[in-house]
T-cell receptor, first 114, second 110 residues
Framework: DTGVSQDPRHKITKRGQNVTFRCDPI?????LYWYRQTLGQGPEFLTY????????KSRLLSDRFSAERPKGSFSTLEIQRTEQGDSAMYLC????????????FGPGTRLLVL | GQSLEQPSEVTAVEGAIVQINCTYQ??????LSWYQQHDGGAPTFLSY????GLEETGRFSSFLSRSDSYGYLLLQELQMKDSASYFC???????????FGKGTRLSVIA
């Protein structure tokens, strides 16, 4: 399978704990995006990378959130001191070039904060 | 700010045609995309319009009118498997990420 993969698919954690998610994009794609999606809503942009450079961060991304793409391949999204409001589906997408036309999404990581 | 408006729910009969509208107000406009998402699944790309007019891909077509800040997705010969959520998304500029609408939940009934 050469699509976008995410790990884990599901995560349950207690409030205050730290969690880290991983995204492996399609191998030749230079752009990688993180989105958050809650029930009944569309994906909301969090941040994106072009190669290893983080180019933009949404105001949704509080100081508790950090993302990296150290070698321009896979990316990690860490949430520190999780809150119940962080419960959502975290989606990763990748594209070749500016990619506004076609972004390829991974299956997502569903986070539940108790 | 950026906002996209689309109906929250649409119901249609198997074999029929359905149109899902999307109006947008964004700081800029580079193109309108449509994505399909089944329950529990990932959004998958359906169609893209950068210029006015109709784009056709099999049973799916998408239309754009930039002067009206309006587009629609047309699904023909509806099948039960088309039951899903459909999102319109705008790219405000060439270097900005997509801004998604809240989605339209399509239910196809027999």
């Amino acid at each position: 399978d050469t699509g976008v993969s995410q790990d884990p698919r599901h995560k349950i954690t207690k409030r205050g704990q730290n969690v880290t998610f991983r995204c492996d994009p399609i191998s030749e794609h230079n752009r990688l995006y993180w989105y958050r999606q809650t029930l009944g809503q569309g994906p909301e942009f969090l941040t994106y990378f072009q190669n290893e450079a983080q180019l933009e961060k949404s105001r949704l991304l509080s100081d508790r959130f950090s993302a990296e793409r150290p070698k321009g391949s896979f990316s990690t999204l860490e949430i520190q001191r999780t809150e119940q409001g962080d419960s959502a589906m975290y989606l990763c997408a990748s594209s070749l070039g500016q990619g506004g036309k076609t972004q390829y999404f991974g299956p997502g990581t569903r986070l539940l904060v108790l | 700010g950026q906002s996209l408006e689309q109906p929250s729910e649409v119901t249609a009969v198997e074999g029929a045609i359905v149109q899902i509208n999307c109006t947008y107000q964004t700081s800029g406009f580079y193109g309108l995309s449509w994505y399909q998402q089944h329950d529990g699944g990932a959004p998958t790309f359906l169609s893209y319009n950068a210029l006015d007019g109709l784009e056709e891909t099999g049973r799916f077509s998408s239309f754009l009118s930039r002067s009206d800040s309006y587009g629609y997705l047309l699904l023909q010969e509806l099948q039960m498997k088309d039951s899903a959520s459909y999102f319109c998304a705008v790219r405000p500029s060439g270097n900005t990420p997509l801004v998604f609408g809240k989605g339209t939940r399509l239910s196809v009934i027999a």
